[in-house]
């Protein structure tokens, strides 16, 4: 199947602070990524649709000058969180269709953000 | 929007009975249902998926049904093994309005004791 890296895998930092994760897909193109948060033993919820050469659609709730989504190339998906707070401390994850099949998606393996 | 329930929360079995893990959606329009197995820290990983043209759909140990009208789906996990232990997480998809975005259900957390 296809592989989805992020960067970094777990980052600290200090309050007020920003922070940038990336999403790549390494053996496909992706038009499309999807951005989610996951709080200890909870579920997985969708915070943004990323996509390529346009701007970002957040879902309701979720600020978007908070957590600023750039998708500048096919292969690339970043996510800042703009003056992280320790209530933004949580599992980062995205994800990306398969080029070939717009229902499968493939994960990458996350990102843990403390905020301290 | 889409709300995805999952039961129950949490499901412990014994090794090599089965287990199953129940999901309702409200949206009509759905129609890809995936199921996906996470470990502590890791990523989510599919396991088996069905679209909404299909009743059932089975991998050796995995299977997996579609009630339409009921809007339901289930997976179904027969000869559990110790390694199955994860959580299980639902998710229903309306592919063509949102090219694929996923709305979860909030997870099964599955111990198969040996």
């Known amino acids: 199947g296809a592989v989805v890296s992020q960067h970094p895998s777990w980052v600290i930092c200090k309050s007020g602070t920003s922070v940038k994760i990336e999403c790549r897909s390494l053996?496909?193109?992706?038009?499309?990524m999807f951005w989610y948060r996951q709080f200890p033993k909870q579920s997985l919820m969708l915070m943004a649709t990323?996509?390529?050469?346009?701007?970002?659609?957040?879902e309701q709730g979720v600020e978007k000058d908070k957590f600023l989504i750039n998708h500048a190339s096919l292969t690339l998906s970043t996510l800042t969180v703009t003056s992280a707070h320790p209530e933004d401390s949580s599992f980062y994850i995205c994800?990306?269709?398969?080029?070939?099949?717009?229902?499968?998606?493939?994960f990458g393996p996350g990102t843990r953000l403390t905020v301290l | 929007g889409e709300n995805v329930e999952q039961h129950p929360s949490t499901l412990s079995v014994q090794e090599g009975d089965s287990a199953v893990i129940k999901c309702t959606y409200s949206?009509?329009?759905?129609?890809?249902f995936p199921w996906y197995k996470q470990e502590l820290g890791k990523r989510p990983q599919l396991i088996i998926d069905?679209?909404?043209?299909?009743g059932e759909k089975k991998d050796q140990r995995i299977a997996v049904t579609l009630n339409k009208t009921a809007k339901h789906f289930s997976l179904h996990i027969t000869e559990t093994q110790p390694e199955d232990s994860a959580v299980y997480f639902c998710a229903a998809s309306n592919h063509g309005g949102s090219q694929g975005n996923l709305i979860f259900g909030k997870g099964t957390k599955l111990s198969v004791k040996p």
């Open positions: 994800s990306a269709p398969d080029s070939h099949s717009t229902d499968t998606q493939y």
């Open positions: 053996d496909f193109q992706a038009t499309t």
């Open positions: 949206d009509s329009a759905s129609n890809y």
């Open positions: 069905i679209r909404s043209n299909v």
């Open positions: 990323s996509n390529e050469g346009s701007k970002a659609t957040y």
